[in-house]
């Protein structure tokens, strides 16, 4: 198993693709694949057959997973420039995630 730099309910900007330059919240991270399924970016329609949940079925337009390696997380010192991410040990001695451009801890 891998450890990937991006966690559920983090704000990535995306790097490239169609939707380069946008910055969203992770709502699915696909650890098997490293992609992650990011809030309004990447849309998609897809077909639907009728079901009890949408009885009149249809186009639904719904996220595409995107690949880990076109995401960045967001500095959480501005909330908007793009950075990576280091491990290191806090005061309490537990491994924490840190923004490099800033130095500030990630939640």
Known sequence: ??????????????????EKGKTGKVVRVLIDKQRAIVEGLNMVSKSQKPSAK?????????EAPIHISNLNVVDPKDGKTPTRIGRRLNEAGKLVRFAKKSGEEIK
Do not use: R
Request: cysteine-free; glycine content about 14%.
């Open 1 to 18: 198993m891998t450890k990937l730099h991006i966690k559920k309910g983090d704000t990535v900007y995306v790097n490239a693709g169609t």
């Open 54 to 62: 949408n009885p009149q079925g249809g186009i639904v337009k719904m």
